[in-house]
C-alpha cells in the first residue's frame, strides 16, 4: 500500500470561476469525518511536525501555496502543492510538515476520523521513528511466521 500519493478532484471551468468537487468514495478514498484549515501561517514557521496514529487525511492547497514534507522512517519525499484540484492522501503513521507557506496560504485537511484528543498524533521523531521500527519488525515477524 502507498503510504501517501497526489490525488485529483473535479474541476470545471465556468464562465464565472472554477467549481472543485470532491465527494466520499469517488475522489476522496473514505467518508468524511472531519476538515480544518490551516492559515494565516507565518513566515518562516512549521505547520504539522507530527505523524496521526490511525487517521488517513488528504492536504488540499486551497489558495496560495506550501511545501509538504513526507517520511515514514525509511523513506522522504517532498511535494509542492500550489494546485486546488490536487491534494495529497497521507496514510497513518507517516511523518508530515508543512513548510515554505506563500503569503495568504490556506491548507485544507480531510480526514477519515474525528478528532481524538491526548491519542491522535506522535509529536516527537524519535518516538515516531521507534514505533516505525517496532512496527516493521512486526510486520517481518508475521510473514515470516506466515511462510513458515
Same mark, same amino acid.
Given at each position: 500500500?502507498?503510504?501517501?500519493?497526489?490525488?485529483?478532484?473535479?474541476?470545471?471551468?465556468?464562465?464565472?470561476?472554477?467549481?472543485?468537487?470532491?465527494?466520499?468514495?469517488?475522489?476522496?478514498?473514505?467518508?468524511?469525518?472531519?476538515?480544518?484549515?490551516?492559515?494565516?501561517?507565518?513566515?518562516?514557521?512549521?505547520?504539522? +511536525?507530527?505523524? !496521526? $496514529?490511525? @487517521?488517513?487525511?488528504?492536504?488540499? /492547497?486551497?489558495? %496560495?501555496?506550501?511545501?509538504?514534507?513526507?517520511? +515514514?522512517?525509511? !523513506? $522522504?519525499? @517532498?511535494?509542492?502543492?500550489?494546485? /486546488?484540484?490536487? %491534494?495529497?492522501?497521507?496514510?497513518?503513521?507517516?511523518?508530515?510538515?508543512?513548510?515554505?507557506?506563500?503569503?495568504?496560504?490556506?491548507?485544507?485537511?480531510?480526514?477519515?476520523?474525528?478528532?481524538?484528543?491526548?491519542?491522535?498524533?506522535?509529536?516527537?521523531?524519535?518516538?515516531?521513528?521507534?514505533?516505525?521500527?517496532?512496527?516493521?519488525?512486526?510486520?517481518?515477524?508475521?510473514?515470516?511466521?506466515?511462510?513458515?
Amino acid at each position: 500500500m502507498e503510504k501517501w500519493k497526489r490525488i485529483r478532484i473535479k474541476k470545471a471551468a465556468e464562465s464565472d470561476g472554477i467549481l472543485y468537487v470532491m465527494e466520499n468514495n469517488r475522489e476522496i478514498p473514505f467518508d468524511i469525518q472531519r476538515i480544518f484549515l490551516v492559515a494565516n501561517v507565518q513566515k518562516g514557521k512549521t505547520r504539522g +511536525d507530527h505523524a !496521526t $496514529k490511525k @487517521t488517513r487525511l488528504i492536504l488540499f /492547497p486551497v489558495s %496560495g501555496s506550501c511545501r509538504v514534507h513526507v517520511d +515514514d522512517g525509511k !523513506t $522522504k519525499e @517532498t511535494f509542492d502543492m500550489n494546485d /486546488p484540484a490536487e %491534494g495529497l492522501l497521507i496514510e497513518p503513521m507517516v511523518w508530515r510538515s508543512m513548510q515554505e507557506f506563500s503569503p495568504g496560504c490556506v491548507m485544507m485537511a480531510v480526514c477519515d476520523r474525528p478528532f481524538d484528543p491526548g491519542n491522535e498524533t506522535w509529536d516527537d521523531y524519535e518516538v515516531f521513528l521507534k514505533k516505525t521500527e517496532e512496527m516493521r519488525m512486526t510486520d517481518d515477524q508475521n510473514r515470516s511466521a506466515g511462510n513458515s
